[in-house]
């Protein structure tokens, strides 16, 4: 006689038994995750830029880019490129909607990250290259961004854990994420326990050494350095 | 165009959608507020109790912070036995959020000199006093604009929950979708969707923007 405890020991034998399945998922959210990131990372570098440019024009797109995007839920986004694209006649993988749906949501985050690191840079910097004869691509590529990149880190690290959280969203889509495996392995055997605890672990295998990573790092630059911070402690604990 | 919209905004589609609105909103309410206290209470815990309690806080706050709400959402509508499944949901959002709201809080303690338990003790105030009147007063008013991003985000969590067949707003959305085939009334559904949220979050998103202005010159 089988134990009827959710969580008996049988359910987890039984589980593991399917690791395949489980592995499979592990690895399609490590897959879009790392897509995601680095068009989140494009997006958000591109558009914070922008966004502290002095043409009018550019800055209205950058404004209305980030405005949109973190103020729709991730979930109609997702389903707009999932159903509305479809009906329309635009079929694409869902593969390619989770890189896509989660790396454009967040990029929209890394962007106001980018604006903020920018705008910490003093204005002298600027006027110094500009006296230089640099270009605006120029000061920008060699003199602003890489000394904005030591303090935009901790919050980079931030967003990235809740990138990797967010690609969850394509299990509502069924897009064979871990999420998604976990959920059908729970629905089909009813082993709903050992089923979600292990795909929690997995999740937090991958985002809590970012994590702490992030906030041992920003507490060091705190203690040993003297550049202005643009973001609180408290501003960074923000998900999306 | 006009019969597009007369016939997507049908009296009852708009009154169903009114409803997932109302749902949308009033989950958020609750979810926050408690979120707030609870998470406050996890906050305080975290900062200032060194032993049992503040690493049960700590092991709290890190598990519900790198694992994704969905999880918990499915977590609780599927493994806890009591309660409606929007009661469920809710929960699952509400113990979500208050890790979030932990670390916002413990971010506005790390501001707070530890002169101020000091220069409160010697004037005879008791601990719940000198958090009550003297700490959380200067912790809160420096987390404002973290805190109300955060319900940016919690009305925008809210939309998980269509997952579960609760039918807030986003849900109530999908469920009109049904029944229609055409490209343009599909279109303006989601558009409806998207506008309902963006009134919502982007007027939020204002109040965050001229309370930070306001602050910036105060300081």
């Known amino acids: 006689m089988k134990s009827s405890n959710p969580f008996a020991l049988w359910r987890w034998e039984k589980m593991f038994g399917q690791w395949q399945m489980f592995g499979e998922g592990f690895l399609r959210t490590i897959e879009v995750a790392a897509l995601a990131i680095i068009l989140a990372l494009v997006l958000g570098v591109v558009f914070g830029v922008i966004s502290t440019s002095n043409n009018k024009i550019l800055r209205g797109i950058a404004r209305v880019y980030v405005e949109f995007f973190q103020n729709t839920p991730l979930v ?78 901790p919050p980079l690290t931030n967003q990235a854990v809740n990138l990797i959280k967010n690609t969850s969203v394509l299990a509502m889509i069924s897009g064979f994420d871990l ?16 089923s979600y605890i292990f795909a929690g672990l997995l999740y937090f295998l991958l985002c809590f050494p970012l994590a702490t990573w992030a906030r041992k790092y920003e507490e060091r630059l705190k203690k040993n350095d003297s550049t202005h911070l643009p973001f609180d402690a408290a501003e960074e604990a923000i998900t999306c | 165009m006009l019969e597009l919209f007369q016939n997507v905004f049908t009296p009852s589609n708009v009154q169903f959608l009114a409803q997932g609105m109302g749902l949308t909103l009033l989950l958020s309410v609750i979810i926050i507020i408690t979120s707030v206290i ?14 049992f ?41 509400i113990l979500y959020t208050s890790a979030v709201i932990a670390e916002i809080v413990r971010g506005g303690l790390n501001s707070i000199p530890d002169g101020q ?28 604009p973290s805190l109300l991003s955060q319900v940016i985000t919690t009305v925008k969590d809210t939309s998980f929950l269509q997952v579960v067949a609760i039918p807030e707003y986003t849900r109530s959305g999908f469920v009109v979708m049904g029944r229609y085939t055409q490209t343009a009334e599909v279109f303006l559904i989601f558009a409806t969707l998207a506008v309902g949220y963006f009134v919502i979050c982007f007027s939020l998103s204002m109040v965050v923007r001229t309370y930070q202005k306001r602050t910036s010159i105060a300081r």
């Open chain 1, 179 to 194: 999420m998604y495996m976990a959920d059908s392995w729970a629905s089909s055997s009813l082993d709903y326990g050992p």
């Open chain 2, 53 to 93: 309690f503040g690493k049960v806080a700590s092991f709290y706050i890190e598990m519900f912070r790198n694992t994704p709400l969905l999880l918990w959402i499915l977590v609780c509508c599927f493994m806890i036995p009591l309660g409606t499944v929007v009661m469920r949901g809710a929960l699952a959002l």
């Open chain 2, 38 to 51: 609870f998470g406050t209470i996890l906050g305080l815990l975290r900062s200032y109790e060194k032993r």
């Open chain 1, 76 to 153: 109609i986004q997702v389903f707009f490129m999932y159903n509305g694209l479809a009906i329309a006649g635009l079929r694409l993988s869902v593969f390619t909607i989770g890189v896509l749906g989660v790396g454009i949501y967040h990029g929209a985050y890394v962007s106001e990250v980018v604006k903020a690191g920018i705008h910490s840079i003093p204005v002298g910097q600027v006027e110094a290259a500009k006296s230089q004869g640099f270009t605006y691509v120029q000061y920008m590529r060699y003199i602003i961004l890489p000394q904005t990149i030591k303090i935009i880190l």
């Open chain 2, 117 to 144: 338990f000091e220069a409160a003790k010697s004037q005879g105030f008791t601990l719940i006093q000198t958090l009550a009147y003297i700490v959380l007063p200067q912790c809160f008013k420096n987390i404002i």
